[in-house]
């Protein structure tokens, strides 16, 4: 049978990568010459601590498919683990809380005094800190140079064949259609992200699906530094939804809003990793708007600067890059996936959990896809090559 996989993201490339090894021919689609979406303007970190108990064994599977990448692909992982630094007793009290009802069900989770903190992670700023959160399941690759290797994996592995700078502008149940080319194909998977509202923009608003348009920065110090882990503080804590059930949360949200009411606006929070270069990435805001702006607006990057100084000491740094990038999301779901025609299914608005969901959920879609399809029990369940 074959596959069709419109798009070379994470997500794209993870449903490509689910039928590839149950032995499917794949064939994916890419308007660019080359990944040019969110997967690449990431901080290429899966971030297990920002998602819901509910979707841990999403995100388990996931990191259990990337760790066999990390192998087969070659990809490099730069550093793991996280710190969310509290520099209020509000904040410090939402860890607590977070501590005492997650320590069970997520693993490396440990709360850390001042002490701890400062002995641990020389960067973090004493004079305002309360302690931290330490977990251990995270990690950060360099989504630069990953998104292209399991791009050279699935070819050399799996046989898939990448169409790049091959916009596809037509789809109905087994056929699909550039400017000068049509494919045949038995099972269609859009997986454009934001791009799909130019296939389907009826569904795209009937869903009421959003854009996140966010800002984001790149920066080299003047001397050498590891800065170890991914560290972020308060404001991180009102936007990620793991910390929603936390009692003491509409405190902090309160206090911050009064604090920082124009982050809050600008959907700002701040959050650095290093990449294996020893460039620091930084960032980020969230906009939610269906036609956003192709401009940077440089007091946001300034915002971002500011807050980052108030939890960390860094060597002096340069700007060396500044981006934008944008993300389709879902109202009610944590992903949209649905099959909107016979034999082709959307996969789309992950809302910028690609890297740590996405491996994951395309597995589970695959066997929903298979099943609505009818293939042959017999199906190859190929192990992943290394």
């Known amino acids: 049978m074959k596959v069709s996989i419109i798009g070379s993201g ?78 209020s007793e509000e904040e410090n009290n939402v860890l607590k809380e977070f501590y005492g009802m997650e320590a069970s069900a997520r693993n490396g989770l440990k709360l850390l005094n001042h002490k701890e903190v400062i002995k641990s992670h020389v960067f973090v700023k004493q004079g305002k800190l309360f302690g931290a959160l330490k977990s251990e399941e995270e990690f950060v690759i360099n989504p630069r140079k990953a998104i292209p290797r399991i791009i050279a994996f699935l070819r050399n592995n799996y046989q898939v064949k990448f169409h790049f700078n091959h916009a596809i502008q037509f789809v109905s149940s087994n056929y699909l259609a550039a400017e000068d080319s049509s494919w045949e194909s038995d099972i269609i998977i859009v997986c454009n992200g934001s791009d799909f509202e130019t296939l389907y923009p009826h569904k795209f608003r009937s869903e009421c699906m959003e854009k996140c348009h966010l800002q984001m920065m790149k920066a080299s110090t003047n001397v050498y530094m590891q800065l170890g882990t991914t560290i972020c503080s308060g404001l991180s804590l009102v936007h990620y939804p793991s910390f929603s059930a936390c ?32 460039d620091l990435i930084i960032g980020d805001s969230h906009l939610y708007d269906n036609q956003p702006q192709p401009f940077i607006e440089e007091y946001i990057n300034q915002n971002i600067l500011l807050y980052l100084n108030q939890f960390l000491n860094l060597p002096d740094f340069q700007i060396t890059q500044r981006w934008t990038g944008t993300y389709a999301t879902h109202p009610e779901h944590k992903h949209f996936f649905e099959m909107i025609d016979e034999n082709v299914w959307i996969s789309t608005g992950f809302g910028g959990a690609g890297m740590t969901l996405g491996l994951g959920q395309a597995e589970e879609h695959v066997a929903r896809i298979l099943k609505v399809a009818d293939v042959d029990g017999k199906e190859q369940n190929y192990p992943l090559a290394i």
């Open 247 to 278: 009692p003491s949360l509409p405190k902090l949200k309160e206090k911050l809003e009064c604090d920082f009411s124009e982050y809050i606006k600008d959907g700002i929070h701040v959050l650095i990793t290093q990449n294996d270069e020893g």
């Open 10 to 87: 994470i997500v794209g490339l993870a449903h490509a990568l689910a039928f590839a090894k149950r032995g499917f021919e794949v064939n994916v689609y890419e308007r660019h010459g080359s990944p040019m979406g969110a997967s690449i303007r990431n901080f290429g970190s899966f971030w297990s601590i920002g998602q819901e108990n509910r979707y841990l064994s999403i995100a388990s599977k996931t990191k259990e498919i990337w760790n066999e990448l990390i192998i087969g692909a070659g990809i490099e992982v730069v550093s793991r683990g996280s710190l969310i630094v509290a520099n």
